[in-house]
């Protein structure tokens, strides 16, 4: 069967009996959707949620999809600890190209609104925090043709939904869209533009995958699912949209227009970014019967997971292009914001090498990486605060990158404040902690292990529990 978001549903009803919990009480798009996420949040719970009676809308909606490592596993085919315990997911994962399928056969042109039926209220979307400027679009992966070579670029972007038939979109930094776009306004024409909703998890990692260049996104979607994507002709341009998709919009970016955007809780947790944003007008919506409207919880633990996750493998690929002795990667779910590499170290200039190949990757949210020896877990928090403490030399293993990141964006810091609530947008630095011991043919001090042949032998499983004084050892019988 081809995979989509009801597919996948289906499956994760059956591997894991309780990870979705259905919501049929009455709740109101604003804070009401992501108020459950947020309470079951502080608890330490992640289930799937799918409310299936919002508010002046006659969509379910689906959100908290993706939040844990056990759903994320399902999604790709792996064991979770495949999925915690190494960066390259894509290893053995081969391309698949989209493949085109009839209209007739496309699920997604089963109901379609045109022009003036068009009504984004009729959609439960979200407002999700407290502070936000109204509701937003989180796990909708924009299309968009480049006018250049003709490829089809994916990304997720953030929408702020302004009324019935205008949003906003913020495309910044290395962003493939604002390249595109800017392309098109150049020529002052309008830029086609088609928004998925809903899709297998699959289709969302490839979407946010880090590709060197504009498209591929669906290729690397069909890596992660296995198969190809089907795609079938939008109706008002000629970019190729997922026929199987649950929802998409439709419609143009107006050349020369711009409306204020935001404010948004972003991943890091703050509401920073905002200002004046180029403006999309939706003209036609098409969808499956039954649709299912899908959400990412802005700022939660699935909104970091799903943008950490795709980036590992990402980040991987370009340092192993210049570090062959690259380990592994792990760019921690809690903070996005640093970048953990382990790699056999044959040179003294491997770690800085690694370190600039992951900035590069990703030049708009890393702030801090680490490199550490092979030896050590880049997957614990402990291991890696060990190798600092114990092969890091501030004097000479610390690098200062001043000026990499922003301006503006995401992070904090990279905006200047003042008492009077005002900011303006500045660069901030970046840091390189080299936490690898000296190359060869240095000799270190070796580190304490017990030989691992015979922690393997120790038999675990023939412990007992000592639950009786009469257990121990004065006072056994003789």
Known sequence: MTSDLRTFLSDLVKAQP????????????????????????????????????????GVSCLTN???THERMALALGLEVEDLT??????????????????????????????????????????????????????????????????????????????????????????????????????KGEPTPIAIAIGHHPGFLMGAVSRIAGIGGEYDAAGAFLGESVEVVKAEN?????????????????????????????EWPGHYVGGGPKPVIRIDCVTMREGAIFQDIQASGREHRLMGALPRISSIHQRVRQVVPGLK?????????????????????SDPTRAAFAAFNTEPENLRMVVVVDDDIDVFDEEEVSWAIGTRFDAAKDLQIIPEWNGPGGLLPTNWEYDEHGTRKK?????????ATKPAPPVIFPPRAQVPADVVKAADTGAMTDVVSEGQLPWNEES
């Open 85 to 186: 315990n190494a960066s390259d997911r894509t290893q053995g994962m081969e391309p698949h190209p989209p493949v085109t399928v009839d209209r007739a056969d496309a699920p997604v042109k089963q109901i379609i609104w045109r022009d003036d039926e068009v009504d984004l209220g009729k959609l439960p979307i979200p407002v999700h925090n407290e502070l936000d400027g109204g509701p937003f679009l989180t796990a909708a992966v924009s299309l968009m043709k480049d006018p250049e070579s003709g490829a089809i670029n994916a990304g997720i972007y953030r929408h702020h939904v302004y009324d019935s038939r205008r949003m906003g979109v913020w495309f910044f930094g290395s962003h493939d869209g604002g390249t595109i776009h800017r392309r098109y306004e150049e």
């Open 237 to 265: 341009s000629d970019i190729m949209v997922p026929a199987r998709a649950e929802i998409v919009l439709e419609g143009v970016i107006i050349p020369g227009e711009m409306v204020e955007e935001g404010p948004f809780a």
């Open 65 to 67: 999809l993706l939040a």
């Open 328 to 348: 592994a990667v792990n760019v921690p779910v809690h903070t996005r914001m640093h970048c953990y590499l382990s790699i056999k170290k044959a040179l003294d």
């Open 18 to 57: 309780g990870s979705l919990k259905r919501v049929d009480t009455p709740v109101d798009r604003n804070f009401g959707i992501t108020a459950y996420g947020a309470k079951l949040d502080k608890s330490k719970q992640y289930p799937a949620l799918l409310f299936t009676d919002v508010n002046d809308a």
């Open 426 to 434: 500045k660069m901030s630095s970046a840091v390189i902690i080299d």
